[in-house]
């Protein structure tokens, strides 16, 4: 075991894959020599040679465009979107064709071993450029899966496992935590299942429902309510696509009661579809309604970033809201 | 014709070196392509064919050429046009006529429909309905393809409206900074469904240049005369096979038929009777058979025999497209993951 920050658990992740398969390639804006605009891609170039790790040009469409092309014939490319919300000029290649290729050549070949990593979320003064969770627009597009870890051990597993799944992969990192989350990592190779939610806590009056950097604005928030006698079950989704909906609704069986919290805006935003497939599973079990505590509806914001951001006493606020309904 | 990179020689292998056979099956292949389209026409009212339908009646010479030109192992990418590309890239022609009915027996199970062609055992990743998509993506497989080391090229074929894409710069800019194997075939046919080249790109610009300003090899040439498509063609493959550049042609031809569909569309406005009949002089075969006759090549009897086996090979292949079963209902989901994904959409549809 060693202890690693996010980034570090996803240059390890990185390091293994590349040397566990010659065909995985890492490319994006300027992931070579300085190793991308967070470091995550450090020391790949100079190891694995220009080859298999190189710089593009600022062409987000064309990195998913030429990553599509090189997937279809084999290679396995680790595709470096620098921002989440630079992934909008590649939206169209994501949804149509790495998506659809398996599905629209009868199964004759997909791009299954394309992998896009991109950070994403808010907290950090990044404005509207540089704070989005985008996850839901691609949890509308069958035939990509989404994965979002929540700490350094969870992110080395889920990555090589992405990294190795047989589908396309978003991989979306917390980019707040990517320093500020530090954890015990085993420095071996190992994988973490894919559309398989954890439960990290278990409770009995309340489910708990988040994801990513959330995650830890959701345990604060039950601590918080822990001491008004309320007992929090705690749930890391961590796949968007496909998700884990047995693990929710055998929770809420439990509980009889949801929350669900993530940084996107609310309207449209993931929490809406777990809402829909819950009430209808476990229309029956529940005490209240289902709650969501998301970003608000608005462009992502600089001076009202505390306002917009559904932090821990918004979600403590809410949780006593459905104890009480 | 325009070459707008003086160091590179013209191809040893020139057109009129070919032998008849070649000639004769250049001129099978137009024929090919022109009669599967015609047939497409005449029988599209009857409703049995459910998808949009472009075909490229008067575009013959430029994949009927290539296609003498490439190898099983090199690539090609195509665009919402793409029957006569498939074709000519060695596609099955019953596999097409079936993907186009929406059946099991199609190059894609029936999944795409006739601009959505796929058929990897031929080395066609695919044809896209949203102009420009595949532009990057035969990029990425030119790249693969260089990383491998053979001389394997790929052919994106893309059309004029394509150029005003902006993943069109985007992909030859990446190609032309890693010297890619690619070659973007332009076959500009002067329309953008109903909006002309003039209303679209300034007057006196050309689309060589700006391919050529941009890095790419570029040359230009008549896509309906076949000696001079050759000869753009192979000088083209040269470059681009010995890894010495990316490259481009515009190749300048004219589309017959309406944009979508089986019909003429010369009196609704957007262009003219007498442009299109002007177009029509120059049809890429009746110039090309006046050659073969002149050349004693080809004569009436020869003519008659390969449309009879083109007419046989066509309607036994619309037989089998007509008569082959839709995919079974229970397969609408698959396959959009790879097995064993379980998927949430198909649990609650099911109840």
Redesign the interface.
Not at chain 1, 64 to 75: E, R
Not at chain 2, 106 to 112: A, F, H, I, L, Q
Not at chain 2, 334 to 338: D, E, I
């Given at each position: 075991m060693a202890k690693m920050n996010i980034l570090q658990a996803v240059n390890n992740a990185l390091h293994i894959a590349m040397e566990d398969n010659e065909k995985v390639m890492v490319f994006g804006e300027d992931v070579g020599h300085f190793g991308g605009v967070f470091r995550a891609t450090s020391n790949l170039q100079e190891k694995f040679g220009r080859?298999r790790v190189f710089n593009?040009?600022l062409?987000e469409?064309?990195i998913?465009?030429?990553?599509?092309?090189?997937?279809?014939?084999?290679?396995v490319p680790v595709a470096e979107i620098q921002f989440g919300d630079y992934i909008f000029p590649a939206f169209?290649?994501i949804v149509?064709?790495t998506a659809k290729?398996?599905?629209?050549?009868?199964?004759?070949?997909?791009v299954?071993s394309l992998t896009i990593r991109t950070p994403y979320g808010g907290g950090i003064a990044g404005g509207h450029y540089h704070s989005q969770s985008p996850e839901a627009f691609f949890a509308h597009c069958?035939?990509i899966?989404i994965v979002i870890p929540r700490n350094p051990y969870q992110a080395k597993g889920l990555l090589l496992a992405s990294i190795r799944?047989?589908?396309p992969v978003l991989f979306m990192e917390p980019k707040r935590l990517y320093r500020a989350s530090v954890g015990e990592v085993p420095e071996e190779d190992y994988q973490l299942p894919l559309?398989k939610a954890e439960v990290v806590k278990e409770g009995s009056d309340i489910t708990l429902l988040a994801w990513g950097a959330q995650m830890e604005i959701i345990e604060k928030a039950a601590e918080m309510a822990e001491k008004d006698g309320v007992s929090s079950e705690i749930i890391d989704l961590r796949s968007i696509q496909?998700?884990d909906?047995d693990t929710i609704c055998q929770s809420v069986e439990k509980t009889g009661r949801l929350l669900i919290n993530h940084e996107a805006p609310l309207t449209g935003g993931f929490a809406a579809e777990v809402a829909a497939?819950v009430q209808?599973r476990c229309f029956l079990n529940l005490e209240s309604p289902i709650a969501r505590v998301c970003g608000l509806d608005t462009p992502y914001p600089l001076a009202h970033e505390k306002e917009y951001m559904p932090d821990h006493l918004k979600t403590y606020e809410a949780i006593m809201r459905t104890m009480h309904f | 014709m325009k070459n707008s990179s003086p160091e590179t020689q013209e191809s040893a292998v020139t057109f009129e070196n070919m032998n008849g056979a070649y000639k004769l099956s250049v001129l099978k292949s137009m024929l090919r392509i022109r009669m599967v389209e015609e047939e497409i026409a005449k029988r599209y009212p009857q409703g049995k064919m459910r998808c949009p339908t472009h075909l490229s009646v008067g575009q013959e010479c430029v994949p009927a050429v290539i296609g003498t030109l490439l190898s099983e192992s090199d690539l090609a990418v195509s665009t919402h046009r793409a029957h006569a590309h498939y074709l000519a890239k060695g596609g099955d022609l019953k596999a097409m006529l079936a993907e186009i009915y929406g059946k099991q027996s199609?190059?894609?199970?029936?999944?795409?429909g006739s601009m959505?062609l796929?058929?990897?055992k031929v080395g066609f990743?695919?044809s896209?309905a949203?102009v420009g998509?595949t532009?990057?993506?035969?990029?990425?497989?030119?790249?693969?393809?260089k990383?491998r080391g053979k001389n394997d090229i790929?052919v994106v074929f893309l059309g004029d409206g394509a150029i005003e894409e902006g993943?069109f710069y985007?992909?030859a800019?990446?190609a032309v900074?890693k010297k890619l194997p690619v070659l973007f075939v332009c076959e500009n046919n002067l329309y953008s469904v109903y909006s002309p080249l003039k209303v679209r790109q300034p007057q006196g610009r050309k689309i060589c240049d700006i391919a050529s300003t941009i890095g790419l090899h570029s040359q230009e040439g008549d896509g309906n005369i076949v000696a001079e498509t050759h000869r753009v063609l192979t000088t083209a493959i040269d470059v681009c096979r010995q890894g010495q550049s990316a490259t481009f042609v515009e190749l300048h031809t004219y589309r017959w038929r309406e944009h979508c569909g089986p019909h003429y569309d010369n009196d609704i406005g957007y262009r003219s009777e007498a442009e299109f009949l002007a177009w029509k002089e120059r049809d890429p075969i009746e110039l090309y058979k006046t050659q073969l006759y002149k050349a004693k090549i080809l004569d009436a009897e020869k003519l008659q025999v390969m449309i009879r086996q083109l007419e046989t090979e066509i309607q036994d292949a619309f037989q089998f497209a007509e008569t082959s079963p839709y995919p079974p209902s229970e397969q609408a989901y698959?396959?959009?993951?790879?097995q064993g994904?379980?998927?949430?959409?198909a649990?609650?549809a099911n109840g």
């Open positions: 080859d593009t040009p062409v469409q064309g998913i465009g030429f990553a599509n092309g090189l997937a279809s014939q084999g290679s169209d290649q149509n064709e290729f398996r599905y629209r050549s009868g199964g004759q070949f997909s299954g069958p035939g899966k799944d047989d589908n559309g496909p998700w909906a497939t209808e | 199609g190059c894609c199970k029936g999944r795409g959505h796929i058929d990897e990743k695919g896209t949203i998509n532009i990057p993506i035969g990029v990425g497989l030119a790249l693969s393809q990383l790929t993943v985007e992909a800019n990446f900074v698959s396959p959009v993951f790879a994904v379980n998927i949430n959409i649990e609650v």
